[in-house]
């Protein structure tokens, strides 16, 4: 790779701040356990392999100032980008709360190191199957694929913010909180059955002390809802990878 000049050097800068954009917000290449330095390389190292199939050229820029607001309008198209596929981990993160929440596991939490704070003990385990979900159906690559073409939907010092794109990013978050709750609803629906069953239990046997037979009930029959939820869920999350991507694309569209 060449820069040669400074309108080159201007175009480098352009896809280096869209790149860092996008790293940075990722949930599953910008995560808080990896180093500064190492995101800043990898932002870096895009930069460097997307450039020349960057369109080579733009626009006369006027003053440092235009400059200087084209480099942040780059960073919110990559930070976009990111927060699309952030609200799409949301979805198992906040699945694995409310399944926690229902089988009385709402006290149990571990320390997430990509947000800083304690998540649920399924949503973490959920949030794992995720990633490594990702990488194996090649989300990477197709990753890679959109910030590729991203110059040809959106190209480089040619953007325009508007309500299309933050009412994209609304409908995506309605979208979310709904598949986190269809994800949910099978553990949702179980233990809904078990309390019904132990509320007439109560009413036939009142002398029945319903905190030692129901929490280790609701704890024993949410997991062996989970074990055979595996294989739907696995399904479940290789669609969710999959209108991630598309949700991903379709929000270049709009700006």
Do not use: W
Request: aromatic content about 12%; glycine content about 8%; overall charge negative.
């Amino acid at each position: 790779m060449q820069i040669a000049g400074t309108q080159e050097f201007m175009l480098f800068s352009l896809v280096l701040m869209r790149m860092s954009g996008f790293i940075f917000l990722n949930p599953i290449l910008g995560r808080r356990n990896f180093p500064a330095m190492a995101k800043t390389g990898m932002a870096l190292a895009l930069a460097i392999l997307i450039y020349p199939l960057s369109g080579g050229e733009i626009s006369d820029i006027g003053t440092p100032i235009e400059y200087g607001v084209l480099l942040m309008k780059e960073f919110l198209i990559g930070y976009l980008l990111g927060f699309i596929m952030q609200l799409f981990a949301f979805v198992v993160t906040y699945a694995g709360s409310i399944i926690d929440f229902h089988m009385a596991l709402g006290m149990a939490s571990v320390f997430d190191a990509q947000n800083g704070v304690q998540v649920a003990l399924t949503g973490n385990i959920l949030n794992m199957y995720f990633l490594l979900l990702f990488f194996a159906v090649d989300g990477h690559l197709a990753l890679m694929d959109i910030l590729v073409n991203s110059a040809e939907i959106v190209p480089y010092a040619q953007i325009s913010f508007g309500a299309d794109a933050a009412l994209a990013v609304l409908n995506v978050f309605y979208d979310c909180v709904l598949l986190a709750v269809k994800m949910a609803f099978p553990v949702i629906g179980i233990v809904l059955v078990l309390d019904v069953g132990v509320g007439i239990l109560m009413k036939i046997i009142p002398q029945i002390n319903v905190f030692i037979l129901d929490i280790p009930l609701k704890i024993i029959l949410g997991f062996v809802m989970l074990i055979f939820l595996l294989a739907p869920f696995s399904n479940f999350l290789g669609n969710l990878i999959t209108d991630m991507l598309k949700a991903a694309q379709h929000s270049l569209t709009t700006v």
